[in-house]
């Protein structure tokens, strides 16, 4: 039972240019969630998604962008990279947006800008 | 101020001891309350929801005081594999609001 997958692992990118990190769930779920976390912090809402073709920003969506085709697939775009945007990048999923449901996180996407 | 706020940390205890770990939240209206782990550099998991009542899963007791704002996550008789960040998270909205974690290091 894979879970939640996303690819690349590692990226190293240069200023300007744009790269898609990718994020797939096997789990049926409805909502999906990309957050990013920065060295000592917290996770931060990029955005997230309630069901294909339905999607919405969160806390911190500027230089980012989503598409939701498909139930089981969510990439994350991010277009004329900047240094701002190193971080670690999770996808999520959940059954519903209840906190009676547990989100269910993927290995994580490690990205540099330089 | 931010929305979760938890100990800095980091908290360095000696096998066997009882730790103790405070968050606090801003928005009354918060509907949920969790505990996840996180090991160095991989993603979050779930360790227990936390209720007004209080509960405990094994070793684990996570307390809310809704009327303070504030949750607890105690840990008794520590192992070594209980090294990790603990993230306090809280349910609005239909979002999950994560504090910035504590970090817990059990040394033998």
Known sequence: NAGVTQTPKFRILKIGQSMTLQCTQDMNHNYMYWYRQDPGMGLKLIYYSVGAGITDKGEVPNGYNVSRSTTEDFPLRLELAAPSQTSVYFCASSYRASGSYEQYFGPGTRLTVT | ?108
């Open chain 2, 1 to 108: 101020r931010k929305e979760v706020e938890q100990d800095p940390g980091p908290f360095n205890v000696p096998e066997g001891a009882t730790v103790a770990f405070n968050c606090t939240y801003s928005n009354s209206a918060s509907q949920s309350f969790f505990w996840y782990r996180q090991d160095c550099r991989k993603e979050p998991k779930l360790l227990m929801s936390v209720y007004s009542s209080g509960n405990e899963d094994g070793r684990f007791t996570a307390q809310l005081n809704r009327a303070s704002q504030y949750i607890s996550l105690l840990i008794r008789d520590s192992k070594l594999s209980d090294s990790a960040t603990y993230l306090c998270v809280v349910f609005r909205e239909g979002k999950l609001i994560f504090g910035q974690g504590t970090e817990l290091s059990v040394k033998p």
